[in-house]
């Protein structure tokens, strides 16, 4: 899943900010894992600087799937002027 997520960070990196954890660190991914009510790994979770969720999944997906919500992602803060 790596390589698709660099590449997608490599795509849209100068539009969002993409931030990898470690759901098993006993530390900032754990908390982030657990405060975001993540039932599996990995996930995946798209949002606003606000803190407004805009997407969510798990598990192994493709790559067009990911790059498909994070477009949606991007058009619906576009519409909707969301920070």
Same mark, same amino acid.
């Given at each position: 899943?790596?390589?698709?997520?660099?590449?997608? *960070? =490599?795509?849209?990196?100068? *539009?969002?900010?993409?931030?990898? %954890?470690?759901?098993?660190?006993?530390? *900032?991914?754990?908390?982030?894992?657990?405060?975001?009510? %993540?039932?599996?790994?990995?996930?995946?979770?798209?949002? =606003?600087?606000?803190?407004? *969720?805009?997407?969510?999944?798990?598990?192994?997906?493709?790559?067009?799937?990911?790059?498909?919500?994070?477009?949606?992602?991007?058009?619906?803060? =576009?519409? =909707?002027?969301?920070?």
């Amino acid at each position: 899943m790596m390589s698709i997520v660099n590449g997608l *960070e =490599t795509a849209f990196g100068n *539009e969002i900010v993409f931030v990898y %954890l470690n759901a098993a660190d006993n530390a *900032e991914g754990q908390q982030a894992f657990e405060s975001l009510s %993540l039932p599996g790994h990995p996930g995946y979770v798209i949002l =606003t600087q606000a803190g407004d *969720e805009l997407y969510r999944s798990f598990g192994i997906m493709r790559e067009d799937s990911l790059q498909s919500a994070i477009e949606n992602s991007l058009s619906d803060l =576009t519409s =909707t002027n969301l920070p």
